[in-house]
């Protein structure tokens, strides 16, 4: 600020004293505030940049609050699929068992048991929530994705088979996963896959499920066809499982990559806006301090005039 005292009239004077109590308040705001713009009048130009910044500011953090709980989600599915992958691996161990020509039927029955025990774990997993929504029911995530029936037995089951070799019911309809993940930049990226997609997949040997109920019907019959052909469909299904964690790994590194863009996004915009309306304290304090100055000089000048002008307007 540079305001020069000079010979002047009382209305020039009067002026250059509202100048300077103007200087000061606005100083004094900014040393109590920390902030040069509060309202859009303290600095009109550079109202549409802030404004601007703030949109993209509140997008950046809810962009980065959306990827978080995308990290959570995406993480548990790793996870469960993890145990997912270690239950292919117990079954067909146990299927390898099963095939053995010196495995007795009493023993039979038993693995058939443990591979019954493995499916269920299979559909737990299937149903796996998390913050209130299932992980692999795809856009009806409100609802479990299978239901498994152990009350019937099925046709290739021998009539003498004990009642607790039933059939597993896996055919709950399940709609597709359509939503995708957003970055801070509005890019979309996959997200998810279906129970249907990772456990009860279409293609040739790739059903977890139907691999798995292949083998307890083959364990129950003592069919040592069945029980082998079951466990190529189990190696098949396994390999398909490892696809789908290697999807989800991905997911999961897409979006840690996100929220760090997402982060230096927000810090960038962040040291923007305060740029844009932080107070130069410094500055500040030295203007306050100058107007203080010259309207004391101001004050003592006039006090040396005489008296009966409009300057005795100010009281």
Known sequence: MDLYITNTTDAQMLAQLRNLNATMNDAQRQVASGKRVQVPSDSPADVQTIVQNLTDLSRVQQSRANLSKLNSEVGMASAVLES????????????????????????????????????????????????????????????????????????????????????????????QATRMGLDSMGNTFPIAMTAKDIFDNTAAGQSVLQSLEDLRLGLLAGNLGEINTANADLATSATHLGSVQTFYGTAESTISSALDLA??????????????????????????????????????????????SLFDLLG
């Open 84 to 175: 997912a992958a270690n239950l292919m691996d117990s079954a067909r161990s146990i299927g390898a068992q099963g095939a053995s020509s010196t495995t007795g039927a009493s023993t039979l029955t038993l693995l058939a048991a443990q591979v019954q025990d493995i499916e269920m774990q299979m559909a737990g997993i299937s149903a796996s929530v998390n913050a209130g929504r299932y992980l692999f029911s795809g856009d009806a995530d409100t609802t479990a994705p299978y239901s498994i029936d152990f009350s019937i037995v099925p046709p290739s089951v021998p009539a003498t088979s004990p009642p607790t070799a039933p059939f597993a019911s896996t055919t709950v309809p399940i709609p």
């Open 263 to 308: 982060s230096k996004s927000e810090l960038t915009l962040q040291t923007q806006q305060s740029d844009l309306t932080s107070a130069d304290m410094a500055r500040a304090i030295t203007v306050e301090q100058t107007a203080q100055t010259q309207q004391q000089a101001l004050l003592s000048m006039r006090a040396k005039m005489p008296r009966g």
